[in-house]
């Protein structure tokens, strides 16, 4: 599971990419804090889902490529405020550096999940959102991710295909379409790379049937586009929903 913060980040661990990640999360917290009925991207909403799936009332919840805790936030805003939560997001060296100032009570970043799951204990869920294809080797992570043995996984926003062999690109985009929200004050957008690998569905889907039952599946468009024809973002607008985007760390940060 680390790979992604360790080996696959030489270019997404980046101090400018945390520093508008980070930027962006407090201005989503701020406006989540302020404003009874906030206006939203249904993508920020999808790791809800994983929440009606159970009913305790203390909740330990390991957030892999969670950026600056989007979905920490959206969930204290929209769960009942009588559950506890204990979320630990994992990060990137830069990201984890830059998001202490984040940090509460039932919020922490780690750079490896070894640390987050001492911290956590026992895992009630797991979410990748927009992960897995940011990573050297997608199905290995899978496996790390599997082996997290959480009661719940939630997997989400994740570039596959139907070709056997992994694609292996590299994704241009905004620094601007890193994080949830407009750009904040103060910074410069610029064009950002990073490498992107995407996987067999088939293959992808019967290693987590080693472990779990999948229960629920959100439907996408399904549209097929040739890398080398358009840009690999191309590609992830038509595999992902509209407004893919603006979920925490547009590439890896969910």
């Not at 790379?193 to 779990?212: A, G, H, M, Q, S």
């Not at 039952?213 to 996408?220: A, G, L, T």
Request: net charge negative.
């Amino acid at each position: 599971t680390d790979q992604k913060l360790a080996s696959g980040g030489a270019t997404y661990n980046s101090k400018r990419i945390a520093e508008v990640v980070v930027a962006k999360n407090k201005q989503l917290r701020e406006e989540l804090r302020s404003t009874e009925y906030p206006t939203l991207n249904f993508v920020l909403l999808r790791p809800l889902i994983a929440f009606a799936l159970t009913k305790k009332r203390k909740l330990n919840v390991f957030d892999l490529g969670g950026g600056g805790g989007t979905h920490y936030f959206i969930a204290k805003k929209f769960i009942d405020s009588e559950i506890e939560l204990k979320w630990a997001v994992i990060e990137t060296p830069a990201m984890v550096a830059e998001a202490q100032s984040l940090r509460e009570p039932g919020l922490s970043f780690f750079e490896n999940s070894d640390s987050a799951s001492r911290h956590l204990g026992i895992i009630d869920i797991a979410i990748a959102s927009s992960v897995f294809q940011y990573l050297k080797d997608p199905l290995d992570a899978l496996e790390d991710f599997l082996n997290l043995e959480a009661q719940y996984i939630f997997i989400t926003r994740t570039a596959l295909s139907n070709e056997i062999a992994p694609i292996f690109e590299i994704q241009k985009s905004r620094l601007k379409d890193n994080g949830p929200g407009r750009m904040p004050d103060g910074f410069v957008d610029e064009e950002i790379n990073y490498p992107l690998t995407v996987v067999n569905i088939d293959l992808f889907k019967r290693i987590l049937e080693t472990k779990y039952e999948i229960i629920c599946e959100i439907e996408e468009d399904r549209s097929v586009h040739r890398i080398g024809v358009v840009t690999v973002d191309d590609v992830l607008d038509h595999l992902l929903p509209d407004d893919w985007r603006s979920d925490d760390g547009g590439e890896v940060n969910g």
